[in-house]
């Protein structure tokens, strides 16, 4: 299957560490949480922490809203619930990309209300903003891409291909 490169592991590694050079500024002095949507935003997350300067503790959620479709369901489930206490504390989402935005907007709702997060801030790597169907705007985005379906570096189609260490643009799109 044939693939065409949108993000080198090069492009990655340069924005990640970008990335947490600017939740180290931002965020220096919190008692942050990161946050990691799984599946997808294993590697990014992993990544992303080993590049903010101060001690951060981690958790994991799991929601689903696509099954093995390139496309949202429009119906977001939690299937896993993070573990830590995020009562009065600051929660930094992790996410892979965002693209409908409605399970972002779930995840962040469910942090700041259900669960009393003080402070929610959201890194996604990738963001397509042009294919939202609610409105959500990430606090850190890696890169912003057109609405291609894309996979590596922890995105998969029907679980697959997550362990490419670059993003390419799934064949056919």
Partial sequence: MAQTTL???????????EMGAEITRDLAGNDLIALCVLKGAMFFCSD???NIGFDVALDF????????????SGVVTILKE???DMR???????????????SM??????????????????????DKP???????????VGFSIDP????GYGLDYAEKYRNIPEIQVLSGE
């Fill in 48 to 50: 992303l922490m080993r």
């Fill in 7 to 17: 993000f080198s592991k090069a492009d990655i590694d340069k924005r990640v560490a």
């Fill in 82 to 84: 993070p573990q830590l």
């Fill in 130 to 140: 042009t294919a939202r169907r609610v409105p959500f705007k990430a606090d850190y």
């Fill in 105 to 126: 907007n779930e995840v962040f709702r469910y942090i700041k209300l259900d669960k009393g997060a003080r402070e929610v801030r959201t890194a996604t790597f990738l």
């Fill in 61 to 72: 959620i799991q929601v689903s809203s696509y099954g093995n479709q390139k496309t949202s």
């Fill in 88 to 102: 009065d504390r600051s929660v930094l989402i992790v996410e892979d990309i965002i693209d409908s935005g409605l």
């Fill in 148 to 151: 291609k379906f894309v996979i």
